[in-house]
């Protein structure tokens, strides 16, 4: 989650009252934020990813007025009309189709304002713009350029200006291959001919979306107006992102101006930001249902103007309407939880349920309760890995043909590129890292994994799965055999074996593990190339178990 370093002073000065970092750390917590760190001048919090307008002190601030009863509702944010305009010429259609701007002007920005914007943006485009593949946002000294300003598609070497961070011009080329920020986001424009710029009516380069600004916009000390782009391929994330600098710096002191973006291509014209708010119906016995309390119109009326939202009841039902900044607002049970979180959790009573019952345990926690201490009786020690997974390994390694269903975009490291289908190989991960311990060695893991399935919304399964191997000097397939017939035993299984080969054992030494007629796992021993690419030298069986396709779970 992205994380916020609120100091104590400032943040107190913003809200209009003197807040002690306990206090702090006790009203970020109502807000739903984790605590991490406390001390005498600062408070780390983490907030979720559905909040991206609390990525800064403003903003915070903001919201904490509301929680504290110093401002109710939600203030008129609104943007002025402007001569500014950006023409988007046909040109970054195949590039970055989407721009979205805005001028904010009458502001003061010091260091720790700027400190705070730079915070809001990196926080932005990881939220939004999944590391500004989907947004991507400049923020720039207006007095230093003039429009009107065109953004167009240039050859990679066309042009030359001098980036964030260095002190001599460069080509977009050599930015994405030299520039310590380009050849980081380099793969955003992977296969273009083309790189996005936005240029003033002089011919000045603002920015290389989503790469890097120019240094002669950069933000210092003392700047008033404030230009800025948001850039993207989703329309409305971009406007989002775009909604919530704009509302931050209204409440910084600044005056919005709207912007006419023209796509030549596409005889289109708009006028960003549009800061109208959202409107609400909100049934109260629908707030009540959820929360399950007797919430009057009157008490949501009263808990969302402390979420600062405007809300007011008409004919029995609560009118809302939602900020700009508050994108998180998909339904209405994200209304259901502003209520809950404005009247309070820690005011929220329970109550008992009228009728006597007895808890029982969920059916899988029972088989897991039985599958375990069973492991554990034959010798098994049982070994927990991730459901990120290393490609290579789990296909190559294990001479399976083929890619994963599930790749990772953009993986911090290649070791965790995908989401694994199996736990085998990662049982032979283990016992190869465990080689210099004595022999026999015997793991087992119970565990999900992801199975690709297009028919599902999310197009893929989650699927929980026992795993087993042994390896020693005698390993074998009648071993592994005789504990996953004790397993069927306990289990009260009636499966059965049928002969069958897999790439990743000896053939004719590996068998299918059928219910019925259904396939629900696979045994044997690992083939002498796998045992060499994971680097075993001691002979190894092992087997896999579908829980969910067998019932269990």
Not at 233 to 247: C, G, P, R, S, W
Not at 349 to 375: F, H, K, N, Q, W
Not at 527 to 535: I, K, R, T
Request: charged letters at 25%.
């Amino acid at each position: 989650m992205p994380a916020l370093t609120l100091n104590v002073n400032r943040l107190s000065r913003l809200v209009g009252k003197e807040l002690t970092p306990g206090e702090i750390a006790e009203l970020t917590a109502s807000l739903g934020m984790s605590v991490e760190e406390v001390s005498d001048t600062e408070v780390k919090v983490e907030y979720n990813p559905n909040r991206p307008d609390f990525g800064c002190h403003v903003s915070l601030a903001r919201a904490l007025r509301g929680i504290l009863g110093i401002e109710l509702g939600s203030r008129r944010y609104s943007a002025r009309g402007s001569s500014v305009a950006v023409e988007a010429e046909p040109s970054v259609e195949a590039v970055r189709p989407i721009i979205a701007c805005a001028l904010v002007r009458s502001l003061t920005l010091g260091e720790e304002e700027i400190a705070d914007l730079i915070v809001l943006q990196e926080d932005l485009h990881w939220v939004l713009g999944r590391d500004r593949r989907k947004v991507a946002i400049g923020l720039h000294d207006y007095t230093r350029v003039r429009p009107p300003f065109i953004y167009r598609g240039v050859g990679l070497s066309d042009i030359r200006f001098i980036p964030l961070g260095s002190y001599e011009e460069m080509t977009p080329q050599e930015i994405l291959e030299e520039h310590p920020t380009g050849k980081k986001y380099s793969w955003i424009l992977k296969g273009k001919n083309l790189a996005p710029i936005i240029l003033d009516s002089r011919g000045n380069v603002l920015s290389f979306p989503p790469i890097i600004n120019a240094s002669l916009t950069e933000l210092r000390p003392g700047a008033k107006d404030i230009f800025i782009d948001v850039t993207g391929t989703d329309e409305k994330a971009v406007n989002q992102a775009l909604n919530i600098l704009v509302t931050t710096l209204i409440d910084m002191g600044g005056v919005a101006y709207q912007t006419l973006i023209r796509y030549v291509g596409r005889r289109r014209k708009v006028y960003t930001p549009d800061l109208t708010p959202s409107k609400w119906v909100l049934d109260p016995k629908y707030v009540s249902t959820l929360i399950g309390l007797d919430a009057s119109g009157a008490t949501a009326v009263k808990a969302l103007k402390r979420m600062r939202m405007n809300a007011r009841l008409f004919r029995g039902k609560v009118l809302v309407e939602v900020p700009p900044y508050r994108v998180d607002i998909l339904h209405q049970v994200d209304l259901v939880e502003d209520v809950a979180i404005g009247m309070g959790y820690h005011g929220l009573e329970p109550v008992l349920p009228a009728t006597a019952g007895l808890g029982a345990l969920l059916e899988s926690s029972r088989i897991l309760a039985l599958i375990r201490p069973l492991m554990l009786a034959m010798g098994y020690t049982e070994v927990v890995n991730t459901t990120l997974s290393h490609s290579e390994r789990d296909f190559k390694w294990m001479l399976i043909p083929g890619e994963p269903g599930i790749r990772i975009l953009n993986p911090v490291s290649t070791l965790y590129d995908s989401m694994r289908e199996m736990l085998l190989p990662g049982l032979l991960s283990n016992l190869a890292a465990n080689s210099m311990n004595p022999y026999p060695q015997r793991i087992f893991e119970l565990g999900d994994v992801m199975v690709r399935d297009d028919t599902l919304p999310e197009r893929a399964r989650r699927e929980t799965h026992l795993a087993f191997a042994t390896c020693h000097s005698t390993a074998s397939f009648s071993e592994i055999k005789s504990h996953l017939e004790e397993i069927f035993r306990t289990m009260e299984l009636d499966a059965r074996l049928s002969s069958k080969d897999y790439p990743f054992f000896i053939p004719g030494r590996g068998a299918a593990v059928l219910l019925g007629e259904v396939e629900v796992g696979f045994m044997g021993e690992v083939h002498p190339a796998v045992l060499e690419n994971f680097g075993l030298y001691m002979p190894t069986a092992g087997c896999e178990l579908n829980l969910s396709l067998a019932g269990l779970f």
